[in-house]
């Protein structure tokens, strides 16, 4: 299990767009939000934690590794 803090994670429309673009870095990957804690926890099929940062990174939002 891979896990950011995501300090601009403020909402379900943040959340779906944060998990569009890991699904393209990982198409297998679970992923599981807790929006209130600013949290995002991927279980990844292939990708690894820097790929996982760089998708979040593209999407807009700041990833740091919890």
Do not use: W
Request: include cysteine; proline fraction near 8%.
């Amino acid at each position: 299990m891979i896990a950011f803090q995501v300090k601009d994670l403020s909402c379900g429309h943040c959340a779906s767009k944060i998990n569009r673009a890991l699904r393209e870095a990982d198409p297998q990957a679970r992923v599981y939000f807790d929006v209130p804690a600013l949290r995002v926890e991927i279980d990844p099929a292939h990708a690894d934690t820097a790929e996982l940062s760089e998708a979040i990174t593209a999407a807009g939002y700041t990833p740091v590794p919890a």
